[in-house]
């Protein structure tokens, strides 16, 4: 079963920390894997995608990274701001015949805390 | 920029009203979804389009129907809205194609069935 799992399911940092968010994947027929951030409120945005032959990609302050042989990535917030708060979706993409499939993590929920 | 916009950011209707979600999109995307999200549980597809006039089930079909007569709109239909469909609905589209296209968000909508 295609399945995408994210931890932690929330997170609680003060403003100017790093942090990891992780995500493990047993999607098969592999793709890529995105990395969404969601605003309460508000539909998702996207931050990075990486295919399989890419373990690592950089936005700003967000790195992503992906491990397709143990089937993780992280994506990894450095200098944390007070907008950082939000939900952080994994999204990994199933290769089927004539039409991507997507599959969803439930997210990571981070506070960032002045 | 893509630009998806949805009709309503809140909408609250009874027990058995008709319920139209409108989603419209400005870049030519072929491809429209609807997704709904509830806590602990992620994005889960509703369903697709990827032409108009044309329209495939997602996970999680049941109880909603669609309509695209444009390319640029794509509504999700309940016919009978019941509480258990109280949720966050949200409208994306992508380029069409087979290969991996990003999905652009809409805002979301947040229905509550009373």
């Known amino acids: 079963k295609n399945q995408v799992e994210q931890s932690p399911q929330s997170l609680i940092i003060l403003e100017g920390k790093n942090c990891t968010l992780q995500?493990?994947?047993?999607?098969?027929?592999?793709?890529?894997l995105r990395w969404y951030k969601q605003d309460t409120g508000r539909g998702p945005v996207s931050l990075t995608i990486m295919t399989f032959s890419e373990n690592t990609k950089s936005n700003g302050r967000y790195t992503a990274t992906l491990d397709a042989d143990t089937k993780q990535s992280s994506l990894h917030i450095t200098a944390s701001q007070l907008s950082d708060s939000a939900s952080y979706i994994c999204?990994?993409?199933?290769?089927?015949?004539?039409?991507?499939?997507?599959?969803f993590g439930t997210g990571t929920r981070l506070l960032v805390s002045p | 920029d893509v630009k998806v916009t949805q009709s309503s950011r809140y909408l609250v209707k009874r027990t058995g009203e008709k319920v139209f979600l409108e989603c419209v999109q400005d870049?030519?995307?072929?491809?429209m979804f609807w997704y709904r999200q509830d806590p602990g549980l992620g994005l889960r597809l509703i369903y697709f389009s990827y032409d108009v006039k044309m329209k495939e089930k997602g996970d999680i079909p049941e109880g909603y129907s669609v309509s695209r007569e444009k390319k640029e709109r794509f509504s999700l239909i309940l016919e009978s809205a019941s509480t258990n469909q109280t949720s966050m609905y949200l409208c994306?589209?992508?380029?069409?194609?087979?290969?991996?296209?990003?999905?652009?968000f809409g805002p979301g909508t947040r229905l509550t069935v009373l």
């Open positions: 995500c493990n994947y047993t999607v098969s027929p592999f793709s890529n």
């Open positions: 870049m030519d995307h072929e491809n």
């Open positions: 994306a589209s992508s380029l069409g194609g087979t290969r991996y296209n990003e999905q652009f």
């Open positions: 999204v990994v993409s199933a290769l089927n015949t004539g039409f991507q499939k997507l599959v």
